[in-house]
Nanobody, 125 residues
């Protein structure tokens, strides 16, 4: 059974930084892509960033390019999201996710099947 547990959310002022972590268990972590999504109040969940199973390839949506960095440590079964220069519009619940199938395209949001419970990020102005 795949389990994803996010941590690291919190309240931060605009311009500040946070680092989210997502610990995975239940299968061989290094075989699967990992991604981060977010959902703001009253909005649809949106794809933020993703990383290939090797960690060599990453994808970022335009609104986080240059500010957010995704990384993974396959020895620790953990994926990270370093968020810098945070803006009030980054306020959302952040979810990590992973596909069901080995070999799924890491940069296609519809490939993601398993989700964590989310961690709240609030950026004050």
């Amino acid at each position: 059974q795949v389990q994803l547990v996010e941590s690291g959310g919190g309240l931060v002022q605009a311009g500040g930084s946070l680092r989210l972590s997502c610990a995975a268990s239940g299968r061989t972590f290094s075989n699967y892509a990992m991604g981060w999504f977010r959902q703001a109040p009253g909005k649809e969940r949106e794809f933020v960033t993703a990383i290939s199973r090797s960690g060599l390839m990453t994808y970022y949506t335009d609104f986080v390019k240059g500010r957010f960095t995704i990384s993974r440590d396959n020895a620790k079964n953990t994926v990270y999201l370093q968020m810098n220069s945070l803006k009030p519009e980054d306020t959302a619940i952040y979810y990590c996710a992973t596909p069901r199938r080995i070999g799924s395209d890491y940069d296609r949001p519809q490939q993601y099947d398993y989700w964590g419970q989310g961690t709240q990020v609030t950026v004050s102005s």
